[in-house]
């Protein structure tokens, strides 16, 4: 099968995992790196053995000819970047949060879909192994095919400091929305991957850290149209005790109409069916790259899906449920009342 040809912009804290994964995966190259800097794209070009750097990203989508692009900035430039790749015909992978708005959310999407470009969201919790493996044990009807409810606890504590988030990503200190706009987006997507559509929320959202703009605490109900109810409970300025907080980024709960499947913050995945004990299930993840090497698993699907030309699963125009989801909880926290999205 062809090797795929692809160029990438930005060279933020976060793109390190995703130049690692493409270096790992034999059907890809990577050829050129683009930054604002050009000593920032030199910098990753030597860092991850990519032939070319640009401080230009349309010039390089025309020198190149590339495949597909990997967008790896934040969400104001997301636009500008996926307009440009259409304009030259290059296919997308564009890292969330989608677009700063719903509005502008959409318009992208529709210029998709007017273009015959295809683009996917680096939406990668849904791809992380033990959310696979739950998603194979619901289909599996193991804890019964009526779920109850869904019920997950993140404490990252990488936000209480007075320079909280200035060694990783210290633009979150400005931005005004935070743990649902950048970090929430993932749950909720998650918990559609797991229980389907959302008809209602309920949230409460709180700035804990007085030296950031955005919010850190959440406390959000959710109701599924399977009849599910779910709940996260989140903040970035409480620790956790396990030994790598980043692994799961949280624990889950699921009762269901036969038992209950847990999962830890270690990736282990307990299983306890009613009137029986809790007992481990085996099943294998690599503590490598990125949260169980998630980025690898997206990226992956991406490429899979690029050359059968079967549908992402985080196509851009179905990612924007996810962001109707996401406004509703903010608009909820405003009019302190249950949303339906």
Known sequence: MKKLRG??????????????????????????????????????????????AYDSFEQMLIDEKPDFVDIITPPETHSLFCNIAIKHGVDIICQKPLAPTYTESVALAKAIKDSGVRMMVHENFRFQPWHREIKKLLDANVIGDKIHSINLRMRMGDGWQEDAYMNRQPYFREMPQLLIYETGVHFIDVFRYLMGDVTQVYGKLKTLNSNIKGED???????????????????????????DPRLTFGNICLDGNKGTIRLFDDGTITIQKLGEKEVRHNYTFHKINFAGDCVYNTQKHFIECLQSREPFETDVEAYLDNIIVQDAIYKSNQEGVPIAP
Do not use: H
Not at 23 to 45: F, G, L, T
Not at 232 to 243: K, P, V
């Open 7 to 52: 160029v990438a912009v930005g060279t933020g804290y976060f793109s390190q995992f995703q130049y690692e994964a493409w270096n790992r995966m034999e059907n890809v190259e990577i050829v050129a790196v683009s930054s604002r800097r050009m000593e920032k794209a030199q910098a990753i070009c030597n860092q991850f053995n990519i032939p070319n």
């Open 217 to 243: 605490f959440a406390w959000v109900q959710f109701e599924f149209k399977n009849g599910t109810l779910g709940f996260l409970d989140a903040n970035r300025f409480n620790e956790n005790t396990s030994e």
